[in-house]
């Protein structure tokens, strides 16, 4: 149970590290509304959606890093909308950064404390004058 | 002033379609958390970062025509967040399509009614098999 929206945050993050399936079902609502948009990927919404995809996503063992740096906390109600942008550095691949991707993350409270309700992200633009590179996961 | 955030939100896909700044900015709830991600573009936060770059794409004369098909409403106390697949044609090149694009359009309520508060969006992924095509704007 999540006190906080970033309670909430952190234990998304720590999930998506941890390649841990169960800890990140614990993070979303559990409802229809619950959707999360992927760089270059359909959307999914709704739990069997998000455990489908994020099962298959953990399972390749995705051992990365990810810093997240806070751009903005919007908190009104029962809602709380966080943007931020994330840096992502792959256990593999250590000194080869990649592009960083801006992400929206919407919190909402219900009775079981606060769950994620949206994950949005998508790729930031490439410094000036660099070619694009590749997206982690294609 | 709008009385709804449907309202605000005809008034933002119609100021694109009219290239009319004005109307754009009117839309635009007028503080520094207002904010707003193109595809592939820096994040663009508070009013005058929103009037420069959507000055300069107005004035491009887009001449683009967006069908918007709504995926998702949430609204929840003075927050409606709305998940929508926007599909644009450009009036130049009525054949061509562009892949759909995601967006998230979060609107607040204050005194003056409902503005826009957040857009965001992402390309959607291309269908399987095709070769990613071009996004529009670059």
């Given at each position: ?8 945050e ?5 999930a ?19 959707h999360?948009?992927?760089p ?20 390749e ?10 751009l ?8 709380a ?58």
């Open positions: 149970m999540f006190q906080t929206p970033q309670d909430a952190d234990a998304y993050y720590d998506v590290e941890a390649c841990d399936l169960e800890q990140m079902m614990a993070v979303w609502e559990n409802s229809p509304e619950a999360c948009l992927l270059m990927q359909p959307m999914l919404q709704g739990p069997r959606a998000l455990r489908s995809a994020w099962s298959g996503l953990l399972k063992a995705l051992r990365v890093e990810v810093t997240v740096h806070s903005q906390w919007i908190e009104q109600g029962e809602l909308i966080h943007l931020v942008e994330e840096a992502v550095t792959v256990a593999a691949q250590p000194n080869q950064p990649y592009p960083p991707i801006y992400a929206t993350n919407i919190y909402r409270k219900g009775a079981g404390g606060w769950r994620l309700l949206v994950h949005l992200n998508a790729p930031a633009p490439p410094p000036p004058g660099a070619a694009p590179p590749g997206m982690p996961g294609g």
